[in-house]
């Protein structure tokens, strides 16, 4: 099991504490496992906790009326989810958590108790703040490039933005690690699965990048973008 402070000290987000209120919350913090696609909530789940993504990743969305399964975001480890419970009283989930990698490991916390840090420390309450205004400018820019660019243009930003997030150098290229299948990325860019595999292919061949089924390796990602 990760160590609890280790984790903490990790996420810039927890800063702001001090090392009396971090020993308070290690102590509040469950250790849990979640099978591949598992889901750590469901929409209309009551929204009592709040996450922390030790390894793994995780998607988050929901679901069309005609049972379309619509993807918001991607996480990787050491980013927090389940954010929106602490600003909404009791508003049960209208989103969905499900783990994409074969072992999902992540800690949730009770959103009471955290609420009581965030009571005792005005920094805390700002730095969640700050944190959903940056997710939701996320989603205006993910929804910006649904509406602008075409299916090619998504499919590429989707690559750029978790390249970011969570991609790793490897000497002049970039390599992504992820568990997302195409689907996955056809949900998360409105194509279908076929574009998503016809633009990799001719991403390929092209040589901007190198891709396997659970990585994808970005020859050089100024020239990508």
């Known amino acids: 099991m990760p160590n609890k402070h280790d984790i903490l000290e990790s996420i810039p987000f927890f800063n702001v504490l001090e090392k009396e209120e971090l020993a308070a919350l290690a102590l509040q913090m469950e250790y849990n496992t ?4 598992s889901n750590i909530f469901s929409e209309g789940d009551p929204a009592d906790y709040f996450y922390i993504l030790v390894e793994g ?7 069309h009326e005609d049972g379309r399964e619509i993807i918001k975001q991607v996480l990787h480890p050491r980013m927090v989810f389940g954010e929106m419970a602490l600003i909404q009283h009791r508003v049960p989930h209208h989103n969905f958590a499900s783990s994409l990698s074969t072992v999902t490991t992540y800690y949730k916390i009770g959103v009471e108790h955290f609420r009581k840090i965030m009571d005792k420390n005005p920094q805390l309450t700002m730095s969640v703040i700050s944190m959903i205004g940056y ?3 996320q989603t205006e820019n993910q929804l910006e490039s649904l509406i602008f660019k075409d299916a090619r243009g998504r499919i590429i930003d989707f690559i750029l933005d978790n390249a970011h997030q969570s991609g790793r150098q490897v000497g002049l290229e970039t390599l992504l690690k992820h568990s ?14 076929q574009t998503v595999t ?4 001719d991403l390929r061949k ?14 050089d990602i100024a020239a990508l973008a």
């Open 57 to 63: 990743s995780v998607k988050i969305g929901t679901h």
């Open 206 to 219: 092209t040589n901007k990048i190198y891709f396997t089924r659970n990585s994808i390796l970005i020859r």
């Open 198 to 201: 016809a633009v990799l292919n």
């Open 180 to 193: 997302l299948t195409q689907q996955d990325i056809a949900n998360y860019t409105g194509t279908s699965r």
């Open 34 to 37: 979640a099978q591949k696609y």
């Open 135 to 137: 997710k939701l400018l």
